[in-house]
């Protein structure tokens, strides 16, 4: 079955880094675009990235461009987003998401928190 397996999240001070690593499993990973997605407490889902099946376009939110970098590793079946000067504001739990090929996302992983405070 597919899997979608977070690490990288944590407490950081602003201006710091935190770089995030999705594990999948269960499908061919070079065959579908993968997604970075957030929430802040108590607001609604954020998309923050993507990537293309293959990983030969990357797409970012405005919040996060300059910022932010998406990657991907069809060997290891891994996502990665590292994150650059990061700011309160992405205080968030990050998701990764597997995109169904319909322009929707049909798996989640479970997510990890990145708190960015002082």
């Known amino acids: 079955q597919v899997q979608l397996v977070e690490s990288g999240g944590g407490l950081v001070q602003p201006g710091g880094s935190l770089r995030l690593s999705c594990a999948a499993s269960?499908?061919?990973?070079?065959?579908?675009?993968m997604s970075w997605v957030r929430q802040a407490p108590g607001k609604g889902l954020e998309w923050v990235s993507s990537?293309?099946?293959?990983?030969?376009?990357?797409r970012y939110a405005d919040s996060v461009k300059g910022r932010f970098t998406i990657s991907g590793d069809n060997a290891k079946n891994t996502l990665w987003m590292q994150m650059n000067s990061l700011k309160p504001e992405d205080t968030a739990v990050y998701y990764c998401a597997k995109e169904d090929g319909l322009g929707s996302y049909d798996y989640w992983g479970q997510g990890t928190q990145v708190t960015v405070s002082s």
């Open positions: 269960g499908f061919t990973f070079s065959s579908y675009a």
């Open positions: 990537i293309s099946s293959g990983g030969g376009r990357t």
